[in-house]
Each structure stands twice: as C-alpha cells, then as structure tokens.
C-alpha cells in the first residue's frame, strides 16, 4: 500500500535547524559569559594581589625612611658633637697661644732688630719695629718665612730710614719697619700642650734676652 506523506517536512525541517542554530548560539553565549566571568574574577584576583604586594612594599618603605631619618639624626647629633669637642680643642689651643707667640716669635728676631708694637687681629700679626741694616731687616722678613708651622706669608708693609738712638746718647741710621704675617696653629698641636723652649728652638737663656727687646703697645 502506498504511504503519502502530505505534512510539510521541509517547513519542519527549517524549524528544527533554526531550533538547533538558537541552542547552539544561547549555548555560545553562555559559554561566553561565562568564560568572561572567569578571566574577571581572575583579574579581580590578580589586582587584589598586586594592591596588597604594593601596601606591603609601602610598609616597608615607610619603615626605611625612618630608619633612615633616625640616621640622618643620629649624623647630625654626631657632627654637632664632633663641632663642640673642636671648639673645646680650639679654645684650649688658643689659650696657649699668645704663650706660643711670646716664645716663638723672639727667635726670629736676628742682631740689630728690634720691635716695639705688635697688633694681632685674628690671626693676622702686624709688627712694628726699628732695624738697624737693611740686611737685618730681610734676615728678620726671610726668618718669618721660614717659621715653620707657626708663620706664614710674611710681608713687608712699610720700611722708612731713620736715625735711632738706642740709648738716647747718640744716633745711628736705622729704618723703622712694618711686617705683616700670619700667626697659624701648628699642625698636630694638641690641646692644652704647653709651648716649650726646645720645641721653638731657643734656649731658656736666649728667650727672655730677645723678648725684652717687645715694647708692646
């Protein structure tokens, strides 16, 4: 017996691959969404971890710059003290200098030259004085220069003839001089040292002679 089939098949057909094509693309979809939600979260995730890797890093920052700040104190305090115990260091050496300069400054007066004022001012010494011969009075200047670590850049301000009369009865032609020359701490003078005649290298009979020969105004 023949079957004839009048049902539209080929209506039905398209329906049934238009139903397979909307599961396939609610199904893609899905899969989309989903996929995305993952790899958010995994962002999510990832930024949490960074946020909390940078507040860590932070921490330890803040930490270190005040380490760093309690050491920056800690080498200032150090230099304000290591000032201080200079300070001390220069004041006691400088109660030792004018004692210093007393000694020191007589064993470079060579025969025929005398002084007769003497202004210091910081560490500048302006000497005064009456020499009886030009070579004197370069051996005076040339002693000065070679004063070792105490006398520095002497220099020759003034030099005038003029008759002098030592003691008073007669005359003879002198030049009266001015000397400029820096008086310096020694090198390796330590605080509280007292100056003594060996070191300046004059004996304790030679000093007080020429130190006498200081009119200091």
Same mark, same amino acid.
């Given at each position: ?21 909307? !599961?396939? *693309? ?21 930024? %949490? ?12 920052? &803040? ?7 309690? %050491? ?7 230099? %304000?003290?290591?000032? &201080? ?5 220069? *004041? ?5 200098? #004018?004692?210093?300069? *007393?000694?020191?400054? #007589?064993?470079? *007066? #060579? ?37 070792? #670590? ?23 032609? !002198? ?23 060996? !070191?300046?290298? !004059? ?15």
């Amino acid at each position: 017996m023949i079957q004839f089939n009048l049902l539209p098949h080929r209506a039905a057909l398209r329906k049934f691959q238009q139903d397979q094509f909307n !599961a396939s *693309l609610v199904l893609t979809v899905l899969w989309g969404g989903v996929t995305g939600l993952v790899f958010y979260a995994c962002f999510l995730w990832a930024i %949490a971890a960074q946020e909390s890797n940078i507040a860590v890093l932070e921490n330890e920052i &803040r930490h270190y710059e005040a380490q760093i700040a309690e %050491a920056n104190n800690l080498h200032t305090q150090i230099d %304000a003290l290591r000032a &201080r115990q200079k300070a001390l260091e220069n *004041l006691q050496t400088d109660r030792n200098l #004018p004692v210093r300069l *007393l000694s020191e400054l #007589p064993t470079k *007066l #060579p025969q025929g030259v005398s002084l007769i004022k003497l202004v210091q001012k910081d560490a500048e010494l302006t000497l005064e004085g009456m020499a009886q011969s030009h070579e004197s009075l370069s051996q005076f200047v040339e002693n000065l220069g070679q004063g070792g #670590p105490w006398f520095s850049k002497p220099e020759l301000l003034v030099s005038e003839a003029q008759n002098f009369s030592p003691s008073g009865t007669f005359s003879a032609p !002198a030049s009266k001089f001015s000397v400029k020359v820096t008086f310096l701490r020694a090198q390796g003078e330590s605080a509280g040292e007292t100056p003594s005649h060996a !070191a300046s290298g !004059a004996s304790p009979g030679q000093a007080p002679s020429k130190a006498a020969s200081l009119g200091i105004h």
